[in-house]
């Protein structure tokens, strides 16, 4: 059965400490491996697209990588406005299999 | 550019009771996916529509429908309400099928 298993479910760090997010998973066809934003009561927000592994990608102080089994999102001096949920998901066979998230908190 | 949206914002129904959410796709998408997502957890696929037919779908009953017209945009149907719909429905969408989805903002259900 595809399953995507994201951890820590919760996170709290000090504004400026670093940590990683972890996701993986088991999908029978991987075609893709999605990280997106939730803010609370809002949609979640697309952050990066993962095809290969050994694929990197970054955005301002994200950085997600991808393995065979799983994928790290990588927060380097994070701040404040960094705190939300961070979601995973996979696209297996096509159709999004998701995590239940990674609920990261900054405090200043 | 507008993005993804969504309506309503919020609802209040009572069990048994039918539902219709609507959504648009960002500008030129031509997918719209449907889920649905309970407090603290990721979202759950319902169904996908692409060229005006459900092409995909999840786990959901048949209470759960669907429609898309012709200029791309959905509607989502709920019939026979249960407490366990409870949720907030998000619509995503994407060009020919493709995952790399652009979400609206919801809709929260609650039903009484």
């Known amino acids: 059965e595809d399953q995507v298993t994201q951890s820590p479910e919760a996170l709290r760090l000090q504004e400026g400490e670093s940590s990683s997010l972890n996701c993986s998973y088991t999908v029978s066809g991987l075609r893709g491996l999605f990280w997106y934003r939730q803010d609370p009561g809002k949609g979640p927000e697309f952050l990066f697209t993962l095809y290969s592994a050994g694929e990197e990608k970054e955005k301002e102080r994200l950085k997600a990588t991808l393995t065979k089994k799983e994928s790290f999102l990588h927060i380097t001096a994070p701040k404040p406005e960094d705190s939300a949920t961070y979601l995973c998901?996979?696209?297996?066979?096509?159709?999004?299999?998701w995590g239940a998230g990674t609920k990261l908190i900054i405090k200043p | 550019d507008a993005g993804v949206t969504q309506s309503p914002t919020h609802l209040i129904k009572t069990r048994g009771q039918q539902v219709t959410l609507r959504c648009s796709p960002k500008s030129g998408h031509d997918t719209v996916s449907w889920y649905q997502q309970a407090l603290g957890q990721g979202p759950q696929f319902i169904f996908q529509?692409?060229?005006?037919?459900?092409?995909q779908r999840g786990n959901f009953p048949d209470r759960f429908s669907g429609h898309q017209f012709p200029n791309y945009s959905s509607e989502l149907n709920v019939n026979a309400l249960l407490l366990g719909d409870s949720a907030l429905y998000l619509c995503?969408?994407?060009?020919?099928?493709?995952?790399?989805?652009?979400f609206g903002p919801g809709t929260r259900l609650t039903v009484l």
């Open positions: 998901a996979v696209d297996s066979n096509y159709q999004l299999i």
């Open positions: 995503a969408s994407s060009i020919r099928q493709t995952n790399e989805q652009f």
């Open positions: 529509y692409y060229e005006e037919e459900e092409r």
